[in-house]
């Protein structure tokens, strides 16, 4: 997430009070702000509220209500919101907390708070994600071939790099069969074998030559397309001390692992915080995913609460429900990612994830909030400042 470009974004109905709040902020070199001047506001509030990295000012209107009311129906919003309007009416007040607004300031009031309140959000929102974020370790594993586990790590990594902006490893230890690279459109130049074979002699800076770099905080270790490696050919031992160099780059580490109980994929199993058991929406994949939990619960002493279930091409048409796979399971910590064939396809013929290139739509919605989930994003908002002021305010 590039620190020095945070987009200012002044929304309201009076350009003169637009213009002074721009002003009172001009000082700020590394912001590039625009105003936004109409009668009716939810347009831009729709609009503008979606964009990354953004700080969205908005003065309220005689519509205040309708306009907060809007605001908190908006799905997915990126932006941190600051509100301008009347301080004193508390079902204003009350609808902006709702709405997870980050600050409201009164409108006769603006010229002496604006300034610290703008500070102070956009100090925190470069590292907003990351504040209470620890090291992570993501596996995630198919009840059967095909149920879209490396889709999901794929996008999984995307979303805690992307749109997180924590530095992401997303390895692919599917050393026969692993085609993770095609959704990145990535063929490693180093595969990950060769920087097993050469693990004692390297670094946290030298293990990153054999990484496929996607974007700035997205990199990818891969295995080679053509030397497939068979069961037992992993030396575990330099597994892990290849996880331990990543874990000095990487604030996360999301492992796409193939559908094998093996030394290898106990040891990942075992060292990560999360595992993910990916599969579809049929009885067959039901009973395979109970056998699965059972094999790590019992057999690996893995923890129930370590294990999380998604439900891949989720249909709620379907007469399968969620409360049956819970009771076939026995386990309920379970997700589900929408199906949505058109846009899955149109992603991986770009080489991009769906994230990327299909950002609205329902299934990257589902798979955001799964990202989150795994990845233990905890927004910081400033809500709970907000809320003392207010509580101060009101009684
Ligand atoms: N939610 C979904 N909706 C539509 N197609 C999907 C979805 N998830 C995965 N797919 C597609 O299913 C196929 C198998 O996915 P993949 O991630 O390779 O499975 P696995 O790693 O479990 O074998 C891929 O072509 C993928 O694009
Ligand atoms: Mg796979």
């Known amino acids: 997430m590039p620190e020095n470009k945070i987009n200012l974004i002044l929304i309201g109905a009076d350009e003169l009070s637009l213009e002074k709040q721009q002003s009172i902020l001009s000082y700020s070199g590394d912001i590039k702000s625009q105003l936004f001047c109409s009668k009716t506001l939810i347009d831009l509030i729709a609009k503008h509220t979606q ?5 969205v000012i908005i003065n309220l209107s005689a519509d205040g209500l309708k306009e907060l009311q809007f605001l908190n129906n908006v799905d997915d919003k990126k932006a941190s919101v600051i509100i301008i309007g009347d301080q004193k009416n508390v079902d204003l007040l009350s609808l902006a907390i709702r709405a997870g ?7 006769k ?99 990153e030559a054999y990484m496929s770099k996607y974007n700035e905080n997205l990199s990818l ?54 595992i993910t058991l990916v599969l579809q929406q049929s009885l067959v994949q039901f009973r395979d995913g109970r056998r699965l939990i059972q094999i790590l619960n019992k057999d690996l002493d ?8 998604v439900v891949n091409r989720y249909d709620p048409k379907n007469s399968l429900r969620i409360e049956d796979l819970k009771n076939i399971v026995k386990h309920d910590q379970v997700y ?8 899955v396809a149109s992603a991986s013929n770009l080489g991009v994830p769906l994230c990327e290139s299909s950002a609205s739509t329902k299934i990257a919605h589902d798979l955001k909030q799964l990202a989150r989930n795994l990845g233990q994003i905890k927004l910081q908002h400033e809500q709970k400042s907000l809320l003392r002021r207010i509580k101060r305010l009101l009684f």
């Open 101 to 107: 607004v980050k600050d409201f300031i009164d409108v």
């Open 302 to 309: 893995i923890p129930l609460d370590k294990i999380a279930i």
């Open 221 to 274: 270790l891969l295995p080679s397309p053509s030397d497939i490696l068979l069961p037992g050919e992993i030396n575990v031992a330099h597994l892990k001390k290849l996880l331990e160099l990543l874990q000095i780059n990487y604030s996360q580490i999301v492992v796409d692992l193939p559908r094998l109980i093996d030394p290898v994929s106990s040891m990942i199993m075992e060292q990560a915080d999360q």
């Open 336 to 343: 589900t990612i929408a199906n949505d064939f058109e846009h």
């Open 109 to 207: 009031d603006y010229e002496h708070k604006l300034d610290g309140v703008f500070c102070n959000i956009k100090k925190n929102i470069t590292h907003a994600y990351n504040k209470n974020n620890v090291k992570r370790l993501n596996a995630i594993i198919n009840a059967k071939g095909g149920s879209g586990a490396s889709f999901i790590a794929s996008n999984v990594a995307y979303v805690l790099a992307q749109e997180c902006g924590l530095r992401v490893a997303l390895v692919d230890l599917d050393l026969q069969f692993g085609s993770l690279g095609l959704n990145f459109d990535k063929i490693p130049k180093y595969p990950l074998t060769e920087a097993l074979n050469v693990i004692n002699d390297l670094d946290s800076i030298s293990l």
């Open 51 to 55: 964009d990354e990295h953004s700080i």
